[in-house]
T-cell receptor, first 112, second 118 residues
């Protein structure tokens, strides 16, 4: 099955600076890679996603890049704000059975 | 948008009792729903895939007789934790995707259920 690794597990960034979270996946057949933001006790919220036929996608301060050859994808948050503080999860979708496999999560703290 | 409603949001039960959690897709049909468990400060771990009109598919290590899943309609899936024990205390969350809307790969999550077994 799919295995998703995520780094770093914790990340502290000064407000206004950029944050980068990286994930690698094992199954070359995976074709969909979402990123979720989860606040304490709440449901994961989709913040951006990318499909395997695209190398980069941007939505305002958030961008995701995908390298299919190397099987890794990254989340980039620019001009970070205190409300960006949360746990972020990457995930990969197994093309064959629709299942999402999650990374281990990154606790992002924005320092005012 | 695609909305998934999950109830209850919190439940406290005595050890040995059973608890049922409901997950409803409000504005779309979901032939497949996914049930996850999340322990504190950990990731979401898939427990099972709920299939409308057929048996659920359980992940390795998940006891199907303990975590009963029923997906009787295109909008409702239930997870029953039977004979709950303190180690079953966790955050349970469902997910679904409106595949009938075309090439939409997005997954929507329910609000989650915090189960505490005392």
């Amino acid at each position: 099955g799919e295995n998703v690794e995520q780094h770093p597990s914790t990340l502290s960034v000064q407000e206004g600076d950029s944050a980068v979270i990286k994930c690698t996946y094992s199954d070359s057949a995976s074709n969909y890679f979402p990123w979720y933001k989860q606040e304490l006790g709440k449901r994961p919220q989709l913040i951006i996603d990318i499909r395997s036929n695209v190398g980069e996608k941007k939505d305002q301060r958030i961008a995701v890049t995908l390298n299919k050859t190397a099987k890794h994808f990254s989340l980039h948050i620019t001009e970070t704000q205190p409300e960006d503080s949360a746990v972020y999860f990457c995930a990969a979708r197994d093309f064959g059975n629709e299942k999402l496999t999650f990374g281990t999560g990154t606790r992002l703290t924005i320092i005012p | 948008g695609a909305v998934v409603s999950q109830h209850p949001s919190r439940v406290i039960c005595k050890s040995g009792t059973s608890v049922k959690i409901e997950c409803r897709s409000l504005d779309f049909q979901a032939t497949t729903m996914f049930w996850y468990r999340q322990f504190p400060k950990q990731s979401l771990m898939l427990m099972a895939t709920s299939n409308e009109g057929s048996k659920a598919t359980y992940e390795q290590g998940v006891e199907k007789d303990k975590f009963l899943i029923n997906h009787a309609s295109l909008t409702l899936s239930t997870l029953t934790v039977t004979s709950a024990h303190p180690e079953d205390s966790s955050f349970y969350i469902c997910s679904a995707s409106p595949w009938d809307r075309g090439a939409n790969y997005g997954y929507t999550f329910g609000s989650g259920t915090r189960l505490t077994v005392v």
